[in-house]
């Protein structure tokens, strides 16, 4: 009877060799992967237009609506910074039919905070997020009062600080009501920016720093207006109206609608 031997045992798939005494140790290098929708995506997104075409798209932009304006109603720079941040996730439409009633009694300030925020929250709670707005629309006039004597700064330095106020909402209150060129950057211009493009970046702030490096001077004063109302009733996020686009024939998008 033959003696059943031992076999050795099978090595792990993830075993490794020790080295010889006195050699030196290396270290295997792992890449990291991409995968290949990822690659073929950034192959194929359009570039940016070029600056001769950025100029001819707000040429048309502004042949088409010389003079645009807010639709945030509002009476003056306190109750347009109001109204700014009110509107954060809110429509202007919205905003309008409370602040309406509220800036007839309160359009100051001092008023404001004579209101209180229990009555403030009253007027507003139509709109998302009332409670926490309520209770920045009192603390910024709180702040206002007892440091700019009851004015609204003209700066982003003391604007940015104010409860409630970022990057866009203290672009806004600078470029309408103090008359700085600053373009102001929201989810439709986000969007905007980067269909066409003008700028492509994944947020705000990044795409408002190069707008405002590649938008020409005589355009860059209503190039939020132009571009927020563009957004809003062209340039749709669900369908844009692409067949009747006044810029489409300079747009990059490769995702086009077509008449159906």
């Known amino acids: 009877m033959k003696s059943r031997q031992s076999k050795p ?26 995968t290949e929708p990822l690659i073929a995506k950034v192959e194929t997104a359009p ?21 645009p304006r807010a639709e945030l109603e509002y009476l003056n720079p306190f109750t347009l910074l109001v109204a700014v941040v009110l509107s954060a996730q809110a429509t ?7 602040t309406a ?3 007839a009694i309160a359009d100051t300030p001092a008023a404001m905070l004579e209101l209180g925020e229990e009555r403030v929250r009253a007027f ?21 009062v007892d440091e700019h004597d009851g004015q609204v700064p003209a700066s982003r330095e003391h604007l940015e600080i104010l409860p409630g106020v970022g990057t866009k909402t203290a672009s806004v209150v600078m470029n309408v009501a ?6 102001a950057v929201d989810t439709h211009i986000l969007r ?16 408002q720093a190069g707008l405002e490096a590649i938008v020409p001077k005589p355009f860059r004063m209503n190039a939020h207006h132009w571009l927020i109302l563009f957004g809003r009733y062209v340039c749709k996020a669900r369908r ?21």
């Open 47 to 67: 570039s940016p237009v070029d600056a001769a075409t950025v100029t001819e798209i707000f040429a048309r932009l502004r042949a088409a609506n010389p003079e």
């Open 92 to 98: 202007d439409k919205s905003v309008n039919l409370a």
């Open 101 to 103: 009633p509220l800036f």
């Open 9 to 34: 045992p099978k090595k792990s798939a993830t075993a490794t060799t020790s080295p010889a005494p006195g050699a030196p140790r290396t270290r295997k290098k792992i890449a990291a992967t991409i």
């Open 192 to 207: 905007v920016s980067n269909r066409i493009p003008l700028v492509v970046a994944p947020t705000t702030d990044k795409v």
């Open 178 to 183: 103090f008359g700085v060129p600053t373009i």
């Open 124 to 144: 507003i709670r139509t709109i998302g997020l009332f409670n926490t707005k309520a209770k920045n629309v009192i603390a910024l006039s709180r702040i206002l």
């Open 240 to 260: 844009p109206e692409c067949p009747t686009c006044l810029i489409a024939d300079l747009c990059r998008y490769p995702s086009k609608t077509v008449v159906a």
